[in-house]
């Protein structure tokens, strides 16, 4: 491996419990960095044997995020998007099936040369590989990774190893970080330091001094303490920086801000030295810490909803656009299987806003047509993603084309009237992995639409994750009864978005757009959903 002389590496790790907030940390001092001046990436390593995270159940693992090039990622991947405003790729994350898919690959080929295969050096060598992969992309002063799972744990040791090996070729250039609990004992009063003195030991015993410390905590600690885990954890105070509990994800960046920790790093990493403009950043905070806006409730209809990670960056983009309109967005989780006609009004009467979010699998289906329905019907705004389009698209079929066995072939290959059916180069596929229309594509907007209005551009690119279609077989008959199809494939092959004529605003689109959302650039479609959302709540109150 040769030696990087420009690129600095920060390697974060996580101690103590899962679900710390490693990927927050490592977004926020992203975009710290970068508001310095660096030019800044990010990774996620994640130890778990799927090649990716397309196949995993949202409860188990939150949502599938897909980059601009079709790679289905870990949810930091849209935390770390959204805070450093870059669009990541596939060299962004890395999982233990695909290190040792490769390493796999190319013992078969014969690479190794008839070599025994082992942990080390073959698999420590790959993940190495996939740090300088980053640097290959771009000229980047940073990259900022991230190693998934907790110290201890049996899965993660090849990649520790890897960046123990990558440190010592590259001592000036390496920091690590690590991330740990600092409980506070309602019994006793006191903040406990053991727990964090016990991980940093884990990581001595596998050869990796960590060099900052940041300590989660449900309320900040004084300073005593911060002098005692440097006493025995071996760094400056000034190398403890403290990150209690905050209102919202976005503060983190401010208060890590405030405890200097990029002093610290460009101390250690010995790069100039610059002043930060956070300017933005601060002032979407006071938007969204500001008293008496207005209020409305956007209810979204779902199968996940006891797990808000499953939705995420939907709900994220939704309070993107909720502060670029200067109101508080109350999201109400519906659960679509237990949506019926006899409780319809009640759940959905206090939503002043419908969203129906994507998903796969005929579990639900009965009450989003319901929600959909219920929307169309009462004028309600109704925003539709990805599986959200298909539900309008069956939902008017019945009830308007009157349609009676209109369905998605996903649901039932076997009905009369197949509105949703495969894309057609998807019918002879097996393996459900990685193998939908995965990643940006452009789409065509027609002019004189809702769609044109709110995007006001001709051609737009957006992030997909499908294998199923709107059946062109039926265009005409819903373009003749009120349907609008706003939004096609540039050959005109494929529909992307529709549009109901005569309602407020009711648009479905077949795309992601909640991947591309920002804090302080809110996505258009999620924009105008809130914008029109909060006028007609407005008009009614």
Same mark, same amino acid.
């Given at each position: 491996m040769k030696k990087i002389n420009k690129t600095k590496f920060i390697f974060i790790t996580g101690g103590v419990t899962s679900s710390l907030g490693k990927g927050i940390v490592g977004a926020s001092l992203g975009v710290i960095l970068k508001s310095k001046g660096h030019k800044v990436t990010l990774q996620k390593f994640d130890p778990y044997l799927n090649?990716?995270?397309?196949?995993?159940? #949202?409860?188990?693992?939150?949502?599938?995020? &897909?980059?601009?090039?079709?790679?289905?990622?870990?949810?930091?991947?849209?935390?770390?998007? !959204?805070?450093?405003?870059?669009?990541?790729?596939?060299?962004? /994350? =890395?999982?233990?099936?695909?290190?040792?898919?490769?390493?796999?690959?190319?013992? !078969?080929?014969?690479?190794?040369?008839?070599?025994? &295969? @082992?942990?080390?050096?073959?698999?420590? *060598?790959?993940?190495?590989?996939?740090?300088?992969?980053?640097?290959?992309?771009?000229?980047?002063?940073?990259?900022?990774?991230? %190693?998934?799972?907790?110290?201890?744990?049996?899965?993660?040791?090849?990649f520790l190893e890897a960046i123990r090996q990558f440190q010592f070729k590259n001592k000036e250039n390496c920091i690590h970080m690590h991330l740990t609990l600092v409980p506070y004992l309602n019994s006793s009063g006191e903040f406990k330091t053991k727990p964090t003195q016990h991980s940093v030991?884990?990581?001595?015993?596998?050869?990796? @001094?960590?060099? %900052?410390?940041?300590?989660?905590?449900?309320?900040?600690?004084?300073?005593? %303490?911060?002098? $005692?885990?440097?006493?025995f954890c071996d760094v400056k105070p000034t190398d403890v920086i403290m990150c209690p509990d905050a209102k919202s994800i976005y503060e983190v960046p401010i208060y890590l801000k405030s405890e200097q920790i990029d002093k610290v790093i460009i101390e250690k990493l010995n790069l100039n030295q610059s002043k930060s403009?956070?300017?933005?950043?601060?002032?979407?905070?006071? %938007?969204?810490?500001? +008293?008496?806006?207005?209020?409305? /409730?956007?209810?979204? &209809?779902?199968?996940?909803?006891?797990?808000?990670?499953?939705?995420?960056?939907?709900?994220?983009?939704?309070?993107?656009?909720?502060?670029? *309109? +200067?109101?508080?967005?109350?999201?109400?989780? =519906?659960?679509?299987?237990?949506? $019926?006609?006899? *409780? &319809?009004?009640? @759940?959905?009467? +206090?939503?002043?806003? =419908?969203l129906i979010p994507g998903g796969f699998g005929d579990r639900g289906i009965s009450g989003k047509l319901i929600a959909a329905k219920y929307a169309r019907e009462n004028k309600k705004p109704y925003l539709g993603l990805c599986l959200g389009m298909h539900i309008a698209?069956?939902?008017?079929?019945?009830?308007?084309? $009157?349609?009676?066995?209109?369905?998605?072939?996903?649901?039932?290959?076997?009905?009369?009237?197949?509105?949703?059916?495969?894309? #057609?180069?998807?019918?002879?596929?097996?393996?459900?992995?990685?193998?939908?229309?995965?990643?940006?594509?452009?789409?065509?907007?027609?002019?004189?639409?809702?769609?044109h209005s709110i995007y006001k551009k001709n051609e737009i690119s957006e992030r997909h994750r499908h294998r199923y279609e709107f059946n062109n077989t039926y265009k005409s008959l819903f373009e003749d009864n009120g349907i609008k199809f706003s939004g096609n494939s540039p050959d005109g092959e494929l529909v992307e978005v529709i549009e109901l004529k005569n309602h407020p605003w009711y648009i479905a689109c077949q795309f992601h757009p909640e991947f591309k959302s920002r804090p302080y650039k809110a996505h258009p479609l999620f924009n105008s959903f809130i914008k029109e959302t909060l006028l007609i709540s407005t008009k009614t109150s």
């Open positions: 090649v990716d995270p397309g196949t995993m159940n #949202p409860y188990q693992h939150g949502e599938v995020f &897909v980059t601009e090039d079709g790679c289905e990622t870990d949810l930091d991947l849209g935390h770390y998007e !959204r805070f450093i405003d870059e669009n990541l790729s596939r060299v962004n /994350n =890395i999982t233990s099936g695909m290190i040792y898919s490769e390493v796999l690959a190319k013992e !078969r080929r014969g690479d190794y040369l008839g070599n025994t &295969v @082992q942990i080390i050096p073959h698999v420590t *060598n790959e993940i190495k590989n996939h740090i300088i992969a980053a640097t290959k992309q771009n000229d980047y002063d940073i990259i900022i990774t991230e %190693i998934g799972g907790t110290i201890g744990d049996i899965e993660s040791l090849p030991k884990e990581l001595r015993a596998i050869g990796i @001094q960590t060099d %900052i410390i940041v300590c989660r905590s449900s309320k900040a600690f004084p300073k005593e %303490i911060k002098d $005692k885990i440097a006493l403009n956070l300017s933005e950043w601060k002032k979407y905070i006071d %938007i969204i810490y500001q +008293k008496d806006k207005p209020n409305i /409730n956007i209810g979204i &209809v779902g199968k996940y909803t006891a797990l808000s990670d499953s939705y995420l960056s939907v709900t994220e983009a939704l309070k993107h656009a909720s502060a670029a *309109n +200067k109101c508080n967005c109350n999201i109400i989780w =519906i659960d679509s299987e237990k949506l $019926k006609p006899s *409780n &319809v009004s009640k @759940q959905l009467e +206090k939503c002043d806003g =419908i698209a069956i939902e008017f079929a019945r009830n308007i084309l $009157k349609l009676d066995d209109a369905n998605s072939t996903e649901f039932n290959p076997n009905c009369a009237d197949p509105i949703i059916d495969f894309l #057609p180069n998807q019918k002879q596929l097996r393996e459900k992995g990685g193998t939908m229309r995965l990643g940006a594509y452009p789409c065509h907007i027609e002019k004189n639409t809702k769609l």
